[in-house]
């Protein structure tokens, strides 16, 4: 993702965009940003706070855990195809169909959290969860998605996670 998001920048030619500063997760996303010959000078390993609060948390935490059914955790995948990052032309309401139809023929109650660039009438018929993902992840029993990160915060948290993909592609191998 992070190396599709960067196309176009970095060209040495006359009025393109030059390499920014960019701050990576690990060594894994530093060595990927080293294949598209990036100056090192330009990479820092940052670390990553948002899972680094995640782990801390998921530590001390003492709150009930409730799970039930299955979770379905949206990303926009329609407008990464049309953003050229995503090699599949596969509609949302296509992928929530497949999952409302196994949810349903294993008797299994779905909530949705949907990501803010997914069109909110995609989960008509469908509880949608408004708080945290952790709060969610807490709620079921399967956490189902395509490459959403909520997939890794739902494994990190002992969640069993489903990274569903019906393209060709696995855009995401570490989902």
């Not at 030059?18 to 690990?26: F, G, H, S």
């Not at 596969?90 to 169909?97: F, G, V």
Request: charge should be negative.
């Amino acid at each position: 993702i992070v190396r599709a998001k960067l196309k176009g920048i970095g060209d040495d030619s006359p009025g393109d965009i030059p390499w920014p500063m960019l701050l990576v997760a690990d060594p894994r996303t530093r060595a990927s940003m080293r294949a598209l010959n990036i100056p090192d000078e330009r990479i820092v390993e940052f670390g990553n706070p948002y899972f680094d609060e995640l782990y801390s948390e998921l530590d001390r935490d003492e709150s009930e855990w409730s799970p039930a059914g299955v979770g379905y955790f949206s990303t926009p995948f329609e407008l990464d195809f049309q953003r050229g990052i995503l090699p599949a032309n596969y509609r949302q309401m296509d992928l929530i169909a497949d999952i409302r139809t196994v949810c349903r023929e294993l008797g299994q109650p779905l909530m949705g959290k949907r990501h803010p660039q997914v069109d909110l009438a995609l989960f008509k018929g469908m509880t949608v969860f408004d708080g945290t993902p952790l709060e969610m992840i807490r709620k079921v029993r399967v956490a189902v998605g395509s490459y959403s990160t909520t997939l890794l915060e739902a494994y990190a948290a002992g969640i069993p996670a489903i990274s569903y993909q019906p393209w060709e592609n696995n855009i995401r191998e570490d989902v």
